[in-house]
Every structure is written in structure tokens, then in C-alpha cells.
């Protein structure tokens, strides 16, 4: 059967139907004109349009058809049953294209026009040919819509990238772990109009970074079990999707939707980004999934370098005061021995080598008048201490102990009393966890007369000229530990060829790598076997013993060693 050729009517509808078609760019506002067209021209009540989307021919657009819903797959069946009575393919598929299926699908239903129900072949060929130009229009359209879609996607990546690096110039511009976290929460919060979001960081030894707006997750600061529920996880994950456990209930309970893990610079997780909803509750994609991850990515770097930073300039600081504590320190120590004692008849050395920059021994050698009524002799004060401690506070620590013994030596009738008085002050202006092992030797040197007061110090040790050997034992509490004890003396006088050795613990107790202490046995091995050299010579002995004993170990104790030898 032979076509009928288009009457001068109907070309003149297709020819006004292709502007309109050609002419919009919107794909709905086509789709909309094509079946208002086709619909009216044959009077139909019922209508449909069907588009091909990924290989599955869907519903697009419905008129008088309200079984049937937009989105849902074309089925035919369910069509005809609705009362769709004619399908037309829109753009049927070329033979050069790999598609087995048209470009769309016009659905219609009965004519409305009296004594025309059924769709003539006139119109048929005019809707076929009207189709075809549709098709067209159609593909162009769908053109135009995915430039567009590619277009703003193209907007976005340049909008996210903008925002990159601008929070990397921001970034860069800090170095304090408070600033790093509110720059980045501004611009994950502007980025969706977040009205619900919050940041929380830690790094042991630092304050933890903490941002919150309208939710509150400062609880995870405390709690193990939630933080260790961080490990393992994406790089963002919907708190919906997190396993079962106290992280999920904490963020669930804050009303959170997206978390964003903060790695630590030591590899793990260090803190996390809790996100809300989306205005509109619009979900959160892929792409915003890759765009959060990667501002979180640059902001745990800064993080990281913030709080290396802190580290450095606390390490610079603890490096200054050790500097300065050890210049106190060693103006602390006397730049020489009292005359009383180097030309009395007497040879006195002494050598302190700390196990840091800056130790907590102290040795003084201080002139005393005696009180009065107590013959008048010149006196010596000899003492070596350890103070409890390391660095700047141990060194004003030594230097109040210092100061103390220097004010009362002299006013107190005897090295007890002295002992007693330094103590309570001591207490009274240190805190309680400061104190004072200290050896006290007062000497007589024109007669040799000795006291000994040892206020928690180690034994220190006299061996007589005849080879005998005595240990100086604690007489009482450490300085400045507690108040109101009292102190008792050891009395001796020194005789020719009598050696002193006034020592801290770091002597005795120093180990080999096997963990043994050097000793008080190997101490006094050496003094007896240098009994005819120096005190110089002695104590260079001590120190030159401890080195091979101890061999590679470190030092870990600071080492203090006077030596009185009576001529």
C-alpha cells in the first residue's frame, strides 16, 4: 500500500513543529511541546513519552495516565492497560548503530474526535514524519543537557579547586592547631551551608583542637572505645554506614550524617569531621565525598606541622632554660677552695660531671666564724648535695639551698641546728616535692676536729691512714622534705695520712651494661690504693674508674666527688 504524500496543511505543521522543536534547548520543555502537539492535534486524552536511559527505555513524561508513573521502565502491557492504543518509536536506530532499540517511544490513546477513534494512516505517516524531527531535537537537546551537566561539573571541580587553594594559603599561614581546625570547618561548613558540624583533634602532649556548631562530640576526648572505632575507616563514611559500637551511638546521638577521619602524621587516625545534614536533606555524593577528603587530607598535614612546630619551639624552650640553668649552676660552684683549707695542711679536689646538660648535684667549700664563746677558730664548711630534680628548677633549688646555708653558717652554735633551720626554710619556700640529700663536713682544720651531719645522703667514706675504713651514715631526714625532726652529728678528728671522700649517689650507683653498680667496694679500692698521690690524682681515679666499669651504658645519674686528704 502506497503512502499518501503530506497534504500543503500538514507540511506546513511539521515545518512550524521543527522550529519549535529545533529551537528548544530545554529537554523537558521540548518533550512537553512534542506531546501538547501530537495530543491536540488528534484530540487525545492519554499520552506518554518514553526515553532510552542506559540501555532501559523509562517514562518521562505522562498525560491522562495515572497508573502509571515517571521514572518506572516502559512496559507495554502495563500501557495498554492504562488505554494506550498506539506506540510510534521516536528516531528509529540507524544500521550503522550498535543500539537495537529506538531513541524513544510516543504512547497514545483514543482519538476523541467523533467517528475517528482509530489513528488513520494519514496521520500516522504525519506523526512518524513530525517523530523524526523530533528525534533530532531530541539529541540535540540531550547534547545541550549533558554540556551543561558537564559544564557545572566543570564549575564545581573549579569552585572546589578555588576553595583548595585558598584553604592551602590559609593553611599555610598558621602554625597553630586551633586556626588550622576553624579554617577548615568555615569552609566545609560555607562549601554545603552546614548548620550542624564539628572537629575534634588530639596528639598526646598537646591541647586537642575542638570546633563545634549546633552538635557536640567533645565526649570522644575521653572515651577509648568510640576513638578506636576510627581505625581502619574510609576516607569518608556515613556515620549510617559505621560498624556497631560506641563511635556509632556518640555521632548518631549528635545527629551526625557524614564522619571524615583526621590522619594522624604518625600514621593512624588523630581526630575526625562530623558533618549534618544538607540543607534540603540532599545527600551527600561522590563528588563532595572526594572534595571533603581531600581538605581533610591537606588539613591533617597542617595540623601535624602545627604541632610539630609547638613540639620544636617547647623543645628550643626546654633547651634555653637547661642553658641557663647551667650557667646558674656552675656559678653556683665555687671558683676556688677557701685558703683555710688548701694551705692549712689539708689537699682538697672535687669534680662534678652532670648526666645532662644541666644536673642536680651541688659541692660548696664555704669559711665559717665560730660562734661566739666556741674558742674562736676558723672553721670550713664542706658539703655535696643532690637536689631533687633536673633543669631550671633544680637549679634554683641549689641556688636557694645555697643562699640558705650561706646566711646561717656561723650564726647557729652547731652543724645540727644549721641542718634543722635550713630544712624548715627550705620546706617553707619550695614545693613539697622539692628537697635536699646533703653531706655536711664542718672541719676544724687547725686541729682536725670534724662534724658530720648527712641529711639523707648517701654513706660517704673516711679511711684512716692505718687502712681502716669507715662509712659515714644518714643522721637525718633530706632538706627540705619535713619539718621539726631533728639532726644528730658523727664527731671525729682527722689524723696525717687521713682521707675524706664526700660523694653523691651517682658514684656508687653507676652500672655496666649488665645493670651492676660500680659500688662502694670499688670506691674504696681506689682510695686506698692511691694513698700516697694527690686529691687531684684521686679523684681524676674515681672518675677514670667509673668510665671503664661503666663502659658503653649511658650515664644516668650525676657524678660529684670531693676529696679531703690530711697532710
Avoid at 103 to 128: C, I, M, N, T, Y
Avoid at 152 to 168: A, F, G, H, T
Avoid at 331 to 342: G, I, K, W
Amino acid at each position: 500500500m502506497e503512502k499518501t504524500p503530506l497534504g500543503a496543511s500538514r507540511l506546513e505543521a511539521l515545518i512550524e513543529s521543527a522550529h519549535l522543536l529545533h529551537g528548544a534547548r530545554d529537554l523537558d520543555e521540548l518533550l512537553g511541546h512534542l506531546l501538547r502537539s501530537v495530543m491536540g492535534r488528534l484530540l487525545m486524552r492519554r499520552g506518554l513519552i518514553a526515553l532510552e536511559r542506559e540501555e532501559t527505555m523509562r517514562l518521562v513524561l505522562l498525560r491522562g495516565l495515572p497508573r502509571l508513573a515517571v521514572g518506572n521502565v516502559f512496559d507495554a502491557a502495563a500501557a495498554e492497560e492504562s488505554g494506550i492504543e498506539l506506540v510510534l518509536p521516536i528516531g528509529a536506530p540507524s544500521a550503522q548503530s550498535a543500539k537495537s532499540h529506538p531513541l524513544g517511544l510516543l504512547g497514545l490513546g483514543r482519538s476523541g474526535r467523533p467517528g475517528r477513534e482509530a489513528v488513520g494512516e494519514e496521520e500516522k505517516d504525519f506523526l512518524r514524519a513530525q517523530l523524526g524531527l523530533a528525534a533530532s531535537g531530541i539529541a540535540n537537546a540531550r547534547v545541550h543537557e549533558e554540556s551543561q551537566r558537564l559544564n557545572r561539573r566543570l564549575d564545581q571541580k573549579v569552585q572546589d579547586l578555588s576553595s583548595l587553594l585558598d584553604l592551602v594559603r590559609g593553611l599555610n599561614s598558621t602554625l597553630e592547631a586551633s586556626d588550622v581546625a576553624q579554617l577548615l570547618m568555615l569552609t566545609l561548613a560555607g562549601r554545603w551551608m552546614l548548620r550542624r558540624s564539628a572537629l575534634v583533634a588530639w596528639k598526646p602532649g598537646h591541647p586537642p583542637a575542638l570546633r563545634q556548631q549546633g552538635m557536640d562530640i567533645g565526649g570522644l576526648l575521653g572515651d577509648e572505645d568510640a576513638r578506636s572505632g576510627l581505625e581502619g575507616l574510609p576516607d569518608a563514611i556515613a556515620v549510617a554506614d559505621l560498624p556497631e559500637g560506641a563511635l556509632k551511638e556518640r555521632l548518631s546521638a549528635a545527629r551526625g550524617e557524614l564522619v571524615l577521619p583526621i590522619q594522624s602524621g604518625e600514621g593512624g587516625v588523630g581526630g575526625l569531621i562530623v558533618l549534618g545534614p544538607r540543607p534540603g536533606q540532599r545527600p551527600y555524593e561522590a563528588a563532595d565525598l572526594e572534595f571533603g577528603a581531600g581538605l581533610v587530607a591537606q588539613a591533617s598535614v597542617a595540623l601535624a606541622n602545627a604541632w610539630h612546630f609547638r613540639e620544636t619551639l617547647e623543645k628550643k624552650k626546654m633547651e634555653r632554660e637547661l642553658e641557663l640553668a647551667a650557667s646558674i649552676q656552675a656559678n653556683l660552684f665555687p671558683s676556688e677552695l677557701p685558703p683555710l683549707v688548701t694551705e692549712g695542711g689539708y689537699d682538697v679536689a672535687v669534680r662534678n660531671r652532670p648526666a645532662r646538660q644541666c644536673g642536680g648535684d651541688y659541692y660548696d667549700a664555704l669559711p665559717a666564724r665560730a660562734p661566739s664563746g666556741d674558742g674562736g677558730e676558723p672553721r670550713v664548711l664542706l658539703c655535696v648535695a643532690d637536689v631533687s630534680g633536673k633543669g631550671l628548677p633544680a637549679a634554683l633549688l641549689m641556688s636557694n639551698m645555697q643562699a640558705t646555708l650561706r646566711a646561717l653558717l656561723g650564726r647557729l652554735p652547731s652543724l645540727c641546728e644549721l641542718a634543722a633551720q635550713a630544712s624548715e626554710l627550705l620546706f617553707a619556700t619550695t614545693a613539697a616535692n622539692k628537697y635536699v640529700t646533703a653531706a655536711l663536713l664542718e672541719l676544724t682544720p687547725s686541729s682536725g676536729a670534724a662534724r658530720y651531719v648527712s641529711a639523707g645522703h648517701t654513706d660517704c667514706l673516711l679511711l684512716r691512714a692505718s687502712g681502716e675504713e669507715v662509712w659515714l651514715k644518714s643522721t637525718g631526714a633530706p632538706l627540705g622534705l619535713l619539718v621539726g625532726v631533728p639532726y644528730t652529728d658523727t664527731t671525729f678528728a682527722l689524723g696525717a695520712g687521713d682521707c675524706m671522700a664526700l660523694f653523691s649517689d651517682g658514684v656508687t650507683e653507676a652500672q655496666n651494661e649488665a645493670g651492676e653498680d660500680f659500688g662502694e667496694a670499688r670506691l674504696c679500692d681506689i682510695v686506698r690504693s692511691s694513698a700516697g698521690e694527690s686529691a687531684d690524682v684521686v679523684v681524676a681515679r674515681i672518675f677514670d674508674a667509673i668510665d671503664r666499669f661503666a663502659s658503653t651504658a649511658p650515664q644516668f645519674d650525676d657524678i660529684t666527688v670531693m676529696v679531703l686528704k690530711k697532710l
